[in-house]
């Protein structure tokens, strides 16, 4: 038997059991539970130290299972069969009729949903037969972990397993996109919005507007270093860190590179595990020069934005 399939057959006998996992996606790890327990639930609220009245994300493998328990539209069928599986969530109205736990969605009408492309979670999934609640897995308002030691750092032994899948692909969490009525943008992610534009008629960004629904990843202050973060630096002062996403002919033990050539794909991997980092080595402040604001520089420019804020 390959390791993975034990790993597989491990993770599916502590989600059965109501406890709670780590899982590997292509944008962060996952904190996973069975998304029709209320147990299982609110063990992942309990863990994470989440406010109750902030929603999560369910994850599922297939259209068939989703339909159970979401309503779809045109605009639904469009964008999955253009990016699904992968780091796209659409927020959905529930049907009367579905076993989503209450708790999830804080007694709303609505919920997350995304089909993770990770080949480990995909596995996962197919073998269950209920929806995995997975927030990413960490302690509320931190930042997210992108390898299993990351999540081993957030939770310890608190967690009983953690299914490891490598580092993330992508390093950041997914885009989220409001189907309720008129569709708009709730929060940047792993997929350029623009091609999203390009699919949706009349699709609003609403990422920087005041939102009135609820979803995961939109608080003011969020994907925190715990540590204060200094925006658009053009330089960084003594003993301070200093992201840059261009390597530089000086060398200077106080940078750090989340790219070599100005690659954004490559800064936004790089990211959460450069913060931890500067954490670890003992670092009481970071700053950061100046990100482009195009494609997934977007969605650097929001997470950075929200470590930011006191």
Request: hydrophobic share 35%; aromatic share 8%.
């Amino acid at each position: 038997m390959k390791k993975s399939d034990s790993n597989i057959k491990k993770a599916i006998k502590y989600l059965n059991n109501n406890e709670c996992i780590a899982i590997p996606t292509e944008t962060v790890y996952g904190l996973a539970g069975n998304a029709y327990s209320d147990k299982a639930v609110s063990r992942i609220y309990k863990l994470k130290k989440r406010p109750s009245n902030n929603p999560l994300i369910a994850h599922y493998y297939s259209l068939n299972e989703l339909k159970k328990d979401c309503e779809i539209d045109k605009n639904f069928i469009r964008l999955y069969k253009k990016f699904c599986p992968g780091p796209i969530s659409f927020v959905l109205k529930l049907k009367k009729t579905s076993k989503i736990s209450k708790i999830i969605t804080n007694n709303s009408n609505s919920i997350a949903v995304r089909f993770p492309s990770h080949p480990l979670s995909r596995q996962l999934l197919k073998k269950i037969n209920y929806p995995l609640a997975a927030p990413s897995a960490n302690i509320s308002t931190s930042i997210s972990p992108v390898s299993k030691q990351d999540v081993f750092d957030e939770f310890g032994s608190k967690l009983k397993f953690i299914l490891d899948g490598g580092s993330s692909k992508i390093g950041l969490e997914s885009t989220i996109i409001n189907l309720i009525g008129k569709p708009y943008i709730l929060r940047l992610g792993g997929i350029n919005s623009r091609l999203i534009y390009k699919l949706i008629n009349q699709l609003e960004n609403k990422s920087k507007k005041k939102i009135k629904i609820k979803v995961p990843g939109i608080s003011k202050l969020h994907y925190s270093p715990g540590i204060p973060v200094r925006l658009n630096a053009k330089k960084n002062f003594q003993n301070e860190a200093y992201i840059l996403i261009k390597k530089r002919k000086k060398i200077n033990k106080n940078y750090f590179y989340i790219s070599k050539t100005s690659n954004l794909n490559e800064a936004a991997k790089n990211l959460y595990r450069t913060l931890r980092k500067i954490k670890k080595n003992g670092y009481k402040k970071i700053a950061i020069e100046k990100i482009p604001n195009i494609n997934i520089g977007e969605a650097i420019n929001d997470r950075i934005l929200r470590a930011s804020k006191k």
